[in-house]
């Protein structure tokens, strides 16, 4: 069952389809078939073996470790693990791929089928099916900007271990199509197979894009948009493509099936090239590779070695916590805010009211000021030193945001600033029924209205009150006293 979704064509309306390839780096210390460094951000080639610019008579090695990797994500994937799968050349010709070919997995990959669930704004969710999980090598760099007539080739991402993820064409809107690169992303990430950085190029995806009139209609012809590197452009390409493509066949054009690439700072799709077919590639096994044959109790210890993934981190948020789905959906869909929770929570204090600290105050701030969890300037035992005075009521809500302000500007604990500022709750019912008698003392016109029937003049009193002992009366105790005597 398809998201009802539609773009409004001048001829009607229109239905797109999608479907991804995510292309994963592989999280390993070597290359997928040689012993190179594939760290990132190394000077131009420097990390080159003989195998990667393939040279003569050198034979690829498989690295034990990327294939693990692999195995890993494909479970992660709920998916079909193929105990035997054969290594393919792909063959082209591109100034930064010195073979001539690619070694990829075509029909024998070594993950088949399985399924994620995308979470969307509207809080329902949708299971997006995958079509496979391939192994293969990376090119290299071509780079244009080095000189105003050469162009240059880094050789140093040449061989570097790519997971290829391709999905069904199960989606329908941009939305979802970005939550579908999320949760693969926070999978991914969770287990540890690749680092997700989209803007060093270690996650990348390919968009594949189509329309027709109705769900009833066979599929239109796709064209796919390259290495997309980030959510936000994934969702602008797909509408800018959709609405590109409904223009042209309203006009009476065709659509023809090719490569396209996404230029962000225009927002607009480009053609590149006529998009191949399998074929094209003469695929076919790769002579120097014997087919991969896994042993299943090697594949079982992995399978038992696997993480708690996301989706179920976010049901166990919401059924041991009391989460709700939104606050559930983003602590989980990152395992550094869920690491951060759950040492702010610490086994000891309120979920509900850790969760709402560490999604509103705390994301708000880092948001503002484009810091990542990791770097947050009040830690998880700062912040849960914060909630204990909350919950032992040394601060309202109100002073603790004062204090929460405090700590991000100074960088202090939050006991501290309660005692340099003299913030701390009054909590005191003499002191407070003093402050009452003030306001009603002050007021009686008002307070022959709210007997008399105006009941939102409440609020009025409550308000006085909190003016009149500087914002640090307890709120609940307030409303407690102020009910009795206003009778």
């Not at 066949?249 to 480009?270: H, P």
């Not at 896994?294 to 399978?303: F, H, R």
């Not at 914002?471 to 009795?484: F, H, I, Y």
Request: aromatic share 8%; with cysteine.
């Amino acid at each position: 069952m398809t998201t009802p979704y539609t773009i409004q064509g001048k001829t009607g309306t229109w239905e797109i389809v999608l479907g991804l390839e995510i292309h994963a780096q592989v999280t390993s210390n070597a290359k997928l078939f040689s012993g190179s460094d594939a760290t990132f951000g190394a000077d131009p080639n420097t990390q080159v073996s003989f195998v990667d610019a393939a040279f003569p008579g050198m034979l690829p090695v498989i690295n034990e470790k990327c294939i693990e990797q692999a195995v890993r994500t494909g479970f992660g994937l709920n998916a079909e693990i193929n105990h035997f799968s054969i290594f393919d050349r792909k063959n082209y010709f591109y100034a930064d791929l010195p073979q001539g070919y690619q070694i990829s997995q075509y029909k024998q990959p070594i993950v088949g089928e399985g399924a994620v669930t995308i979470d969307l704004s509207d809080g329902t969710t949708r299971t997006i099916g995958i079509e496979r999980l391939h192994l293969e090598q990376d090119a290299g760099k071509s780079l244009h900007d080095q000189h105003p007539t050469k162009s240059f080739v880094d050789l140093n991402r040449s061989g570097v271990a790519l997971m290829e993820i391709v999905s069904k064409p199960d989606m329908r809107t941009p939305e979802e199509a970005g939550a579908y690169v999320k949760k693969i992303r926070a999978i991914v990430r969770t287990l540890g197979t690749c680092d997700g950085n989209m803007e060093e190029g270690s996650l990348r995806c390919d968009v594949n894009v189509s329309v027709r009139r109705t769900s009833n209609d066979p599929f239109g012809t796709r064209c796919e948009i390259k290495n997309v590197n980030s959510v936000r452009f994934v969702m602008q390409a797909i509408e800018y493509e959709a609405r590109r493509q409904i223009e042209v066949i309203e006009e009476g054009g065709v659509i023809r099936q090719e490569t396209r690439l996404f230029d962000s700072a225009k927002g607009v799709t480009r053609s590149m090239r006529d998009k191949e077919d399998a074929h094209d590639y003469r695929y076919f096994p790769d002579p120097d590779l014997l087919p991969l044959v896994l042993d299943t109790a090697w594949v079982e210890n992995i399978k038992a070695s696997l993480p708690e993934l996301p989706d179920a981190k976010k049901n166990r948020f919401k059924n041991d916590y009391g989460l709700n789905e939104f606050e559930a959906n983003l602590l989980s869909e990152e395992k550094e805010n869920a690491t951060f929770y759950e040492a702010v929570l610490n086994g000891k204090r309120n979920p509900k009211l850790v969760a709402s600290w560490v999604v509103g105050e705390l994301f708000a701030s880092l948001n503002k000021n484009g810091q990542s969890i990791e770097n947050s300037p009040i830690g998880a035992d700062a912040l849960g030193e914060l909630i204990d005075l909350i919950e032992d009521n040394t601060l309202s809500g109100r002073l603790a945001k004062e204090v929460f302000a405090a700590m991000l500007e100074t960088g202090k604990a939050a006991a501290v600033i309660v005692d340099e500022q003299g913030l701390r709750q009054v909590t005191d019912t003499g002191a407070i029924e003093t402050a009452i008698a003030q306001v009603l003392e002050e007021n009686p016109d008002k307070v022959a209205e709210y007997r008399s029937g105006k009941d939102k003049l409440f609020g009025f009193f409550v308000g006085q009150v909190m003016k009149l002992t500087g914002g640090k009366a307890n709120p609940a105790l307030v409303n407690e006293v102020l009910k009795n005597k206003l009778g």
